[in-house]
């Protein structure tokens, strides 16, 4: 199937870390992307990672991958209020001809 | 500069009717995309041009129709909308097919509603 899973909701306070997990389905998927979702706009990248990396590091984003178990994780670091929003995973399977297939969204809420 | 911009930004309109959706990208990519994104928030791919040249066509209604004049343009016209086609939807374009690093930039979406 096509399912890229995430969990629906997650809520943490101000200057914690959030982690926000993805299980994606083709084991063969070269890349694989965070997407940010503000309200009321368009989709804008926050990262990638190429499927032959464990991990990468960008500011206050971490990104691991366990490809065996086919898990994505991002975790932001000093969560601030305008980091709530809805965060996609995607992958490009193998098969799909590049098409872009997504996660169901998790919304992100930083309470103050 | 807006990158990949959509018009109308908001459209309602009645069961029946037809209507179209405008994208236009200022980035010079050469492959353009239509997403459809439910009530859920759950975002599915619709449609992709690369190079005014038609690469997928998911399992979409005949009633919509996408067409690329050019490759800065990709607009979407649907005809006898239905309720179901309430949804808001998404226009996109990379430089290149995204079997890749090449990132996807997002419009900001036109919010349809058929009442």
């Known amino acids: 199937g096509e399912d890229v899973e995430q969990s629906l909701f997650l809520s943490v306070r101000e200057g914690d870390s959030s982690v926000i997990n993805c299980t994606y389905t083709?084991?063969?998927?070269?890349?694989l992307y965070w997407y940010k979702q503000e309200p009321g706009a368009g989709l804008q990248l926050l990262t990638y990672?190429?499927?032959?990396?464990d991990m990468k590091q960008d500011q206050r984003l971490t990104v691991l991958l366990n490809k065996k178990d086919k898990h994505l994780s991002l975790r932001i670091a000093d969560t601030q209020t305008g980091d709530s929003a809805i965060y996609f995973c995607?992958?490009?399977?193998?098969?799909?001809?590049?098409?872009?297939?997504f996660g169901s969204g998790t919304r992100l809420l930083v309470r103050p | 500069d807006t990158a990949v911009s959509q018009t109308p930004k908001y459209l309602v309109t009645q069961m029946g009717n037809d209507k179209s959706i405008k994208c236009e990208q200022n980035?010079?990519?050469?492959?353009m995309y239509w997403y459809k994104q439910d009530s859920k928030k759950f975002l599915k791919i619709m449609f992709s041009?690369?190079?005014?040249?038609?690469?997928i066509n998911e399992t979409v209604p005949n009633r919509f129709s996408p067409k690329s004049p050019d490759k800065a343009h990709l607009n979407l016209h649907i005809n006898s909308l239905e309720l179901g086609d309430s949804a808001v939807y998404f226009c996109?374009?990379?430089?290149?097919?995204?079997?890749?690093?090449?990132?996807?930039?997002f419009g900001p979406g036109t919010r349809l509603t058929v009442t």
């Open positions: 995607a992958e490009i399977p193998v098969d799909s001809s590049y098409k872009l297939i």
């Open positions: 041009y690369n190079n005014k040249e038609l690469i």
């Open positions: 980035l010079g990519h050469d492959t």
């Open positions: 990672i190429f499927s032959n990396m």
């Open positions: 996109a374009s990379s430089q290149g097919l995204i079997a890749s690093s090449y990132e996807q930039y």
């Open positions: 083709d084991s063969s998927s070269t890349y």
